[in-house]
């Protein structure tokens, strides 16, 4: 029996969790544009555009700034697989889940992949780092910059100099953190960053951007092999080992991005379109601006959950401004009252993985959801819920002591 | 210096070239639809309606029908990644262009190649793949069904009952055939079809449908591994050797879209609404109906082609019915044509690679745009700019014979 169903029609959310949130009304608008061809002067240009835009977001002048097509984890598979070479060390800090994730994808590139951990809810500091590097030797250090599974934010400021003085690639996943927290790329040394859209940056998942290095693009060049059925006589090929994955090469991807624009992937034009969209936005506000934006309403967030009388998990001094986690208080349904949340006021707020699974909620505050009004709602429909779950809290103080984060920001 | 470009506005442009094509404007309507949270009811139950919804357009009862995450070729590696171990055979009968890819992803993943190769505008015969399977002995036939490259549409339905009977895997790659040439995928014994949206769905790049048999999900789930990070006590490995990607491990991709619904990527919600989308366009209008609709608009810009006086490129018998190759004439110059049409009339119409580079026109009629309006408008500008650029021809008669065809048909 042929089901057709009824045309999308999402119930309305106000996305306060972990990610993805509510994509920008404008990115929205843009991705609704028509398409033109894949090698449309106009298109190749939109190309070029997203690159400049994306060496702004990025703080880098780092050349092949591009996009791979897929989601946030597609750009770190196609970072890994490009430059991990069978029986290469990769060494893994791993702070949370998403450190896990890059060990994972490391170990299926088929690197000798070395981790070291902290527990959840804390960060490295560099002499750890360093010491690490010192026993494994390893070719590359692979990071997250910002675990949402955690809330944390590694410090990565002085790991580049770590990594340039021993010889280690520096490689770091941001997407969580990338619009909320600051990151400069070229000034922390990094080789390669990957990112998505679907955080601070209030696009939907589906587009990777990422930056590389001259350095990182030198050992992916030696491995540069062009698919037959579009090699013409004078492409020749590297010496390198073949790049074990089509799909996420960087060296063909650069040709597809470069002046030769040899065909690779049909560029996924609709989330360029939006990748382009949200980068404007952030750098018509500006990036340090979006930070700071970032901060107020993470700080305003923060204070208004304790004045829930909850307790805030992790390591404070080491929080990622778009994100918070505090503990589920003894004896409150935690998923009773997520639901709640969603049905009653359609507000999403997050769980956890992992050894925080039941244990913390996750509340964010990002890209276009970093605003007033959602930090306001979220916190008066929280109160009213969990006092009908049966949490003591004191009356009005959430949004009193939020208010008085914004009235000492308008000072 | 901070350079952040105008709001996204491309030029108009009529898409008659292999793909992508202009967007219907209801996909992109439904693309423009605010997000909801990943695991939200109403967003797990657009994932199972889009399951259903592509169950009906592959035409297949087989349960795992999804999408990954990227273009076309996303689908491919996920397909053959997730099943090729190294060391495997494959066979690849090459046809054109996409065979050349089959083979160039294959080999990546460690398999052990073997390719047959038909001179391009051809296509095999059953027999022809019969014998090279009775050589090869491999483990799976890859082959693509439409190769806009040269046009051709390979005929499947003999090769499922050949394959079966010789224990091989039968997966195709039908990106360019899709919706607007008979596929069938339960009938012909398909083991796995992988397809985009941006021919003849009508959709933009970015999301791979593809349908697993319950056959190949046997060997698929031999390979299962679920990634640190979110791994419970009760999950259990399989012994299989593990997938060499993450991102297209389509064991954890059936996990996500299953009902333990295990967390693997963030879902690219705009792009599986705009999938979900170009499904329900097809479907409402039937997926026979919509075939014979690119059938008849395919006629009709066959004969206003000839009516133009073009040679046709490849054998008539095997031609995709939504894309036609016609041999540039002799004294004419090709990219000038190419690019009067798109600069003066905003049509674009498509080269070609490899050894029919500069040597034929692709001209596409699928999806939104397999429309008289498009044909004559077409066949009009293209009559106009061939005149002026020196090829000789009968005026009118490109609409005249074009007509004759919708006559007919009317009848």
Known sequence: MSEIFDQINPPPRLLMGPGPINVDP?????????????????????????????????????????????????GIEAVLVSVIEPGDKVLVPVFGRFGHLLCEIAHRCGAQVHKIEAEWGNVFN????????????????????????????????????????????????????????????????????????????????????LTLSDHIVEQIDRRRHIEAGIRDAHHHDSKGEVIRSNYFDLAMIMDYWGEERLNHHTEAATMLFGARECARI??????????????????????????????????????????????????????????????????????SFGPLKGKIWRIGTMGYNARKDAVLVTLTALENVLRRLGHKLPLGEAVDRAMAVYEAAAQ
Chains 1, 2 share one sequence.
């Open 26 to 74: 404008r990115v929205l608008r843009a991705m609704s544009s028509q398409l033109v061809g894949q090698y449309d002067p106009s298109m190749t240009a939109y190309m070029n555009e997203v690159m400049a835009l994306y060496r702004q977001v990025f703080k880098t002048e780092n050349r092949w700034t591009m996009l791979v097509d897929g989601t946030s984890r597609a």
């Open 282 to 351: 952030l750098l018509q506000e500006g990036v340090d601006e979006a930070v700071q934006r970032h901060k107020l309403h993470g700080d305003a967030l923060r204070e208004g959950a304790q004045g829930l009388n909850l307790r805030l998990f992790g390591d404070q001094m080491h929080k990622m401004n778009n994100v918070l986690g505090v503990y589920i208080p003894e004896g409150v349904p935690g998923e009773a009252v997520r639901t709640a949340m969603l049905e009653d006021f359609g507000i999403e707020i997050g769980t």
């Open 126 to 209: 560099p002499e750890q780092i360093e010491a690490a590097i010192h026993l494994v030797k390893p070719k590359m250090l692979a990071i997250t910059q910002g675990d949402t599974a955690t809330t944390m934010l590694q410090p990565l400021k002085e790991i580049g100099e770590i990594c340039r003085r021993n010889g280690v690639l520096f490689y770091c996943d941001a997407t969580a953190s990338i619009g909320g927290n600051e990151l400069l790329s070229d000034e922390w040394q990094l080789d390669a960053v990957s990112v998505g859209l679907q955080k601070c940056l209030g696009g939907p998942s589906g587009s990777a951007p």
